[in-house]
């Protein structure tokens, strides 16, 4: 639950607790809170169920006694340290949890531990099971106590869980434990039981990025759960040993357990596809990757027992409720007068209806009035929360997004150090001619990434250095967003004109910022990746900036960097003028700069940077032509209507869950 309102509404539910055991003994009690969550344009409301970690027994009154206050309140901590730390790595707003002590809600205290260390190993693995054995325990319950005495057969029938990457994926071994040792069920049929109601969401395609869990930690932390993987993986190859006999190699690719003596390591990517009945991937792109890049082996496996529809694709979506009708209300406006209603708002197809009226000048003025508020509005958030004053008569150039290299907002910002050159370089004549931007960086990085902070800290220095020169400061300009969040989230992506979602070909699962970004009326530069792919398909190529290699040749880009191939001489200018002191002590930066050179340029900044800075020419001189950019803009607007959670969300439950609509009468008839 994020922090805010919300956390008025959040209930206490003290008749709902259940316990969670570590290291064998040690329990902690997990304590429902209930956040009412109303639909829109409808009666109905669900209930967010979220959890906090309460001790069995505050005080140990014995040690207490003794004077060992410490230990005395032992239990204490470690039960309040597991939902008073959260640590997913991909959130992007602070977390509030339900504290264990009562009445308010408790905003989380470190957001990003360094898990870079045994201690936040230990921690994230107990967040994870924490949270996913409360849930399991309580869907089990559930299922029970809406039909007392029915057959576990019917579990599939009423429940679907679907991983949401590796994180919770120890859900698979935990609802066998469950089952098994709570419930008195054979292995055979919570097998069964666990193989028809798990689906599994692939998010990432960097081998580092699937999670892995040591086994001694695992073994020290849940030594049951251990067990149970072990027998799964056991039990798992003894059916890869049907179809391949004793090959090492496909056995190896296959286990779950990688590794041998110290270390072994849990494969969680592994649990959850030999876990699931279904295993999807989140944009069209990546579900193919997923399949020739990513776990080739399980496809090559499931092929041969004559399964070919485990892995399939369900293209990601946002909700037009918060990120278009909500965010942007200027817009919502234009889009309701424009269309004659405002069904658009639950049935997103409708947009379409916009390409009627591409010339119709009233229209377009109105989208450019509708931009010109959101650029303002935006402005006075800088103004406010940061002391910027930004010019709303620049072009709004945006990336925000979690920093990461694959990103490449490193890319960026080498762009930004050539264009500031160049400006820099002109007669002030050839100035007047730059078409000015604002430029606006904004994402947080994982605590032990030190890369990634220090493309920040890199950012920040140029930022600075542009600002205080009078000579371009008029014509380009880099704000580095503080503190960026999904709340300021809406006040930003509305005022954009281009947005970047530039990463390497073949390294994006999908993104939502990209919908969200062309929804609200703005143009993206990007890549051919992730959903980028399908967005140019639905608003069309004239209406999107596409740039760099092209997924197929990303293998043959890659080997030619690492054997040296030369380099676009405006980026050796780039890494000069880092290296001459300009931004700073070259020294804070070399570790960037080191990271892309002498063939370790991975997400190939290099190979791509001479067609980026193409692209970005392509991008200024099309804006002069405000009436075509306009329309553009709105042509792409039109083309979003596939990009709705609504039809993501159907698409799950027709294709995965085969769950269908169950409309609950109106209580007033």
């Not at 640590?87 to 809600?105: I, K, L, R, T, Y």
């Not at 993206?524 to 997924?551: L, P, R, S, Y």
């Not at 700073?584 to 800075?613: K, Q, T």
Request: glycine fraction near 6%; charge should be neutral; include cysteine.
């Amino acid at each position: 639950m994020t922090a805010g309102p919300l956390r008025a509404l959040q209930i206490q539910r003290l008749d709902i607790t259940y316990p969670v055991t570590f290291y064998g003994s040690d329990k902690v009690m997990a304590v429902a809170y209930d956040v009412p969550i109303p639909g829109y344009d409808t009666l109905n409301t669900n209930s967010l169920r979220l959890w906090s970690a309460m001790p069995t027994n505050d005080l140990d009154l014995a040690k207490f006694n003794d004077g060992d206050y410490n230990n005395a309140l032992k239990a204490r901590q470690s039960a309040l340290e597991i939902t008073q730390v959260f640590s997913p790595s991909n959130m992007s707003e602070m977390v509030c949890f339900a504290p264990a002590n009562g009445a308010h809600g408790h905003v989380v205290q470190v957001l990003y531990p360094n898990d870079n260390n045994q201690a936040g190993k230990e921690l994230r693995l107990k967040q994870q099971y924490f949270f996913v054995s409360a849930t399991m325990q309580d869907m089990i319950k559930n299922f029970q106590a809406a039909k007392p005495g029915r057959s576990w057969e019917e579990l599939p029938d009423k429940v679907a869980m679907q991983l949401n990457d590796t994180h919770p994926s120890i859900g698979v071994a935990e609802l066998m434990r469950l089952l098994m040792d709570e419930h008195g069920i054979g292995w055979s049929l919570a097998w069964k039981l666990v193989c028809k109601v798990f689906a599994y969401t692939n998010h990432t395609v960097l081998p580092e990025a699937l999670e892995k869990w040591s086994v001694d930690l695992m073994q020290n932390l849940l030594p049951r759960v251990s067990e149970i993987i072990f027998e799964i993986n056991r039990r798992w190859l003894n059916e890869v040993r049907e179809v391949y006999g004793d090959n090492y190699d496909k056995l190896s690719s296959l286990s779950i357990v990688e590794g041998d003596g110290d270390h072994k390591m849990f494969r969680m990517a592994h649990l959850a596809i030999v876990g699931s009945y279904k295993v999807n991937g989140v944009a069209a792109i990546h579900a193919e990757i997923v399949k020739s890049d990513v776990f080739p082996q399980f496809v090559d496996y499931y092929a041969k027992k004559g399964i070919n529809d485990k892995f399939i694709g369900i293209t990601n979506g946002v909700t037009c409720r918060r990120w278009l009708a909500q965010c942007n209300p200027s817009l919502n406006v234009l889009i309701t007068k424009t269309l004659g209603s405002d069904k658009w708002i639950r049935d997103l197809s409708l947009l379409e209806g916009l390409k009627k009226h591409a010339d119709n000048d009233k229209v377009l003025d109105e989208l450019a009035a509708s931009k010109m508020e959101n650029k303002k509005r935006l402005a006075a958030y800088m103004k406010k929360a940061q002391g910027i004053d930004v010019d709303v008569n620049t072009m709004f150039d945006i990336q925000v997004k979690r920093i990461h290299e694959y990103k490449r907002q490193l890319l960026n910002v080498f762009r930004i150090i050539h264009q500031y050159d160049r400006i820099k370089k002109m007669s002030p004549g050839d100035r007047a001619k730059v078409q000015p931007r604002t430029c606006f960086i904004g994402g947080k990085a994982a605590a032990g990434y030190f890369v990634a902070k220090k493309i920040i800290s890199l950012a920040n220095a140029v930022s600075r250095v542009l600002e205080a020169d009078q000579d371009t400061n008029k014509y380009l300009r880099l704000v580095v967003i503080e503190n960026y969040k999904v709340s300021n989230a809406q006040v930003i992506i509305p005022a954009n004109d281009i947005s970047e979602h530039i990463s390497t070909a073949g390294t994006e699962a999908s993104g939502t910022s990209n919908m969200k970004f062309v929804m609200n009326g703005g143009l993206i530069i990007g890549t051919d990746d992730g959903a980028n792919i399908e967005i140019k398909e639905c608003v069309k190529e004239e209406n999107i900036f596409i740039f760099g290699a092209k997924c197929h040749e990303i293998a043959d880009a890659t080997r030619r960097m690492r054997e040296g191939a030369p380099w676009d001489h405006r980026l050796k200018e780039v890494f000069n003028m880092v290296r001459s002191g300009k931004f700073g002590n070259p020294a804070d930066f070399e570790p960037v700069l080191n990271s892309i050179e002498d063939g370790r340029d991975r997400y190939l900044l290099a190979h791509d940077f001479a067609s980026y800075l193409e692209c970005q020419d392509r991008v200024d001189m099309e804006y002069q032509n405000k009436r075509e950019w306009n329309k553009k803009c709105l042509n792409a607007v039109a083309g979003m209507g596939w990009f709705s959670t609504d039809r993501t969300i159907d698409e799950y439950a027709k294709i995965i869950w085969n769950c269908k609509p169950c409309p609950r009468p109106d209580p007033r008839s």
